[in-house]
């Protein structure tokens, strides 16, 4: 059985992963959706919340599962006994970075394989900083964002910029 690991910080998840999620999930035949709980990354969502918001969009993917790590990816995915680790490629921009990633990752753990599936191109400008920044100025997430989590998405942000005003600082 080939397992496969899908780690990111999905803060929160977009359309665009929902697209890697559900070509992955047809490679291999397990596929773990792994939520990265890092504090210094200062999440908008808690590590609970965005995998309550996972769980909703992979509900209809039988071999679909999420769980949170902290720590080394690799490592993460050698816990699961996985052999594959499916990243998404936007631009040339993600190249750059990704491929330092995937090469100390294979350089830790020669037998965990870095896969790359580019954006389908209607999805190529989405990411989570521009759903949160859309959405904090009120604009329609629709386009962006799963069905399912829309709600969750537009109240958390909501009240996070009730906070704002109460406050007068930012978040
Ligand atoms: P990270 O913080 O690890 O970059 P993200 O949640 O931002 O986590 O992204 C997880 C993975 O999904 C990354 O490989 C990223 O390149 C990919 N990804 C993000 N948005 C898209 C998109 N619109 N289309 C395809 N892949 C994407």
Redesign the pocket.
């Known amino acids: 059985m080939t397992v496969g690991v899908?780690?990111?910080?999905?803060?929160p998840v977009?359309?665009?992963?929902l697209?890697?999620i559900k070509r992955s999930s047809k490679i291999v035949d397990r596929l773990i959706i792994g939520v990265?709980n890092n504090s210094a990354?200062k999440p908008v969502f808690t590590a609970e919340e965005r995998v309550h918001m996972l769980e909703l969009v992979i509900k209809d993917i039988p071999n679909a599962a999420v769980e949170t790590f902290d720590g080394l990816t690799v490592e993460f995915a050698k816990s699961l006994g996985a052999t594959v680790m499916f990243?998404?490629?936007?631009a040339v921009t993600?190249f750059e970075y990704?491929i330092q990633i995937a090469q100390t990752n294979h350089a830790l753990n020669p037998d965990i394989d870095t896969v790359f599936?580019t954006?389908?191109v209607k999805?190529?400008?989405?990411?989570?900083s521009i759903v949160k920044e859309v959405a904090s100025y009120e604009g329609d997430i629709s386009k962006f964002v799963p069905g399912e989590i829309l709600p969750f998405v537009t109240g958390k942000i909501k009240s996070l910029r009730s906070v704002d005003n109460g406050n007068g600082q930012k978040q």
């Open positions: 899908y780690p990111g910080s999905f803060d977009t359309l665009g992963h697209d890697i990265l990354k990243r998404g490629l936007r993600d990704e599936l954006t389908s999805y190529s400008y989405l990411s989570s």
